[in-house]
């Protein structure tokens, strides 16, 4: 049974007084509405780690995780996170690959192989995230472009390596575009991805990786994609800094 996971990225948002306030909302809700079998994850801006962690303490279906990491052990590196650093905290997961870090920070896949080897030698989650731009989807060559990315990324690493990793898929083109990407077009890529990890380590470790949707996944969308045979859950934005609509995302299995 693949695990269920609803993970809010907060981005650069929110300063220390209302990311306490969101993170206590979402608490106090779960606490009154428990949520079953899901693993919800709350992924802030690295400051706001400490406090987080403390608040959501004692809530087992609440777990901390982190939007990036550096590549690098430790050192001269000024401004960088290490994945040691983030496992000190009490994170337990960290996204890797966000498609804002793909674009706007030129992270390339050989850069986030070495990002995924630091977050798993720190026994860190990592939620590695693929995903199409419009001109990619629009040429109809999105399934090799992301099994590209998936590939050059992470078909270095074992079997035993590979099963501990989480996977997001972003639709790019459908994100801030005006264009929508449907539930069947979530499932279509979702079962690309699936595919693409059972033709490299089998069927058995394939099925068992939860795969994420990452598109604009609200209350009133999040039933029918996450009812999907691959869509595992979802990577969450802009409703993750609403309590109750992330919280609503969360009870939509």
């Not at 802030?44 to 959501?56: D, R, S």
């Not at 998936?150 to 099963?163: A, H, I, N, Q, R």
């Not at 929508?180 to 089998?202: C, F, L, N, V, W």
Request: proline share 3%; hydrophobic share 40%; net charge negative.
């Amino acid at each position: 049974m693949r695990k269920k996971i609803v993970a809010g990225n907060w981005k650069m948002n929110c300063l220390l007084e209302e990311g306490q306030k969101l993170t206590s909302e979402i608490v106090n809700m779960i606490n009154d509405e428990p949520i079953k079998d899901v693993k919800v994850i709350l992924n802030p801006p690295f400051v706001h780690l400490h406090g987080v962690k403390k608040l959501i303490a004692g809530v087992d279906t609440i777990a901390l995780g982190a939007q990036n990491c550096s590549d690098k052990d430790a050192g001269a590196y000024t401004g960088e996170t290490s994945a040691a650093m983030l496992a000190s905290f009490g994170a337990e997961f960290v996204i890797i690959g966000h498609s804002e870090r793909r674009a706007i920070f030129n992270e390339s896949n050989e850069l986030l192989t070495e990002k995924t080897k630091q977050a798993l030698s720190n026994n860190l989650t990592p939620i590695f995230c693929c995903g199409e731009p419009l001109e990619i989807r629009e040429a109809g060559t999105h399934e090799d472009y992301v099994k590209k990315q998936l590939t050059e990324s992470l078909f270095g690493f074992s079997e035993d390596e590979v099963k501990k990793l989480v996977l997001a898929y972003e639709p790019i083109w459908a994100i801030g575009t005006g264009k929508t990407a449907s539930s069947d077009q979530a499932q279509e890529m979702h079962a690309a991805i699936r595919q693409h990890i059972t033709s490299k380590y089998g069927k058995a470790v394939a099925e068992g990786i939860s795969i994420l949707y990452g598109g604009s996944c609200k209350p009133d969308n999040a039933k029918e994609i996450f009812s999907k045979a691959d869509v595992d859950g979802g990577l969450i934005g802009g409703a993750s800094l609403k309590s109750r609509d992330f919280v609503d995302i969360a009870k939509s299995f």
